[in-house]
């Protein structure tokens, strides 16, 4: 894509981000979230739910008591990262996290089979002595929506030259690599 | 691997670093640095360059000119995030960052033909009107070596079960996933 006009690039970010909600194998499909913690800035690979070009926002899903949500809470400035290896793209999303917990409607939605990761005892982060001392449970009160608002969007093409743009609200355009 | 023990687990967290030293299509070659920036969390991609179990360091090259190095010296307080999809093995590695730049001895070892990206102008970044409007310009005085000291390490295997384990220093135990 070493060519791209602006807007292209940014076609392709949403060309990404739509494959990563319906195509579990798609690079945007596990995506990093980067949030502030107590100590320091904390890192992990979340799945992208939903995506809404017009809103601009992004939708993950998590247990209400993992300690991201209490992180999100406290600082709502998180940053998603996509990294697709095969085009050596790099999509930074800078977004504010609005957290919704117990919400029936999204809940309706989760299969069945997939409902175990919300719930269960002890919760995320608690010591056990065995790594299947853990009951699941599902529980719409642990079922959290994550919706990301995109502050802004940064793209790096690995092509050589290196191409870096970034895109917020109306203005975009290219900068140093 | 989900009959391992932490022993074992924290040997294979070890191996998958040492194979991303020396081998290019490892999954930690290419790690995740997330920081803690003035406008939230931060994250991207960045290139394992140095390991040592012994002293539980990693080494990260970059531009001193980045971002990153201004939000390192205000907050050393970084993760690596390691992802393995083949196994399904998240690696998290919690690290306090010491910057050091124009280090001669690392510099010497960098390829000629890759000290390009540690200078140049304008600096990363800055706006320019076309991707090609950037001139390379290798410089040691810009060249900034990272060196994350473990203070934690944290696995996610998501076999089924989920089976989560936590390092620090002498304690090490699972967690809930």
Same mark, same amino acid.
């Given at each position: 894509m070493s060519d791209r006009t602006l807007e292209a690039t940014l076609d392709a970010v949403w060309t990404q981000i739509a494959r990563g909600v319906t195509d579990r194998t798609a690079p945007a499909r596990q995506l990093v979230l980067a949030t502030v913690g107590e100590r320091g800035a904390e890192a992990r690979m979340v799945v992208l739910r939903g995506a809404d070009r017009a809103a601009r926002t992004l939708e993950i899903h998590t247990d209400a008591?993992?300690?991201?949500?209490?992180e999100l809470k406290a600082n709502p400035k998180a940053t998603l990262l996509i990294w697709d290896q095969l085009t050596d793209l790099q999509i930074r999303i800078r977004v504010n996290v609005t957290v919704k917990i117990g919400e029936p409607y999204s809940w309706a939605r989760v299969p069945t089979a997939a409902r175990d990761v919300y719930g269960g005892a002890p919760t995320p982060g608690q010591p056990i002595d065995d790594p299947t001392d853990f009951s699941p449970s599902p529980d719409v009160t642990r079922f959290a929506v994550l919706t990301c608002q995109i502050r802004e969007i940064e793209t790096l093409e690995l092509a050589s030259p290196h191409r870096? =743009?970034?895109?917020?609200?109306?203005?975009?355009?290219?900068? =140093?690599?």
């Open positions: 008591a993992s300690a991201k949500v209490a870096r =743009a970034r895109f917020r609200d109306a203005t975009q355009g290219w900068i =140093a690599p």
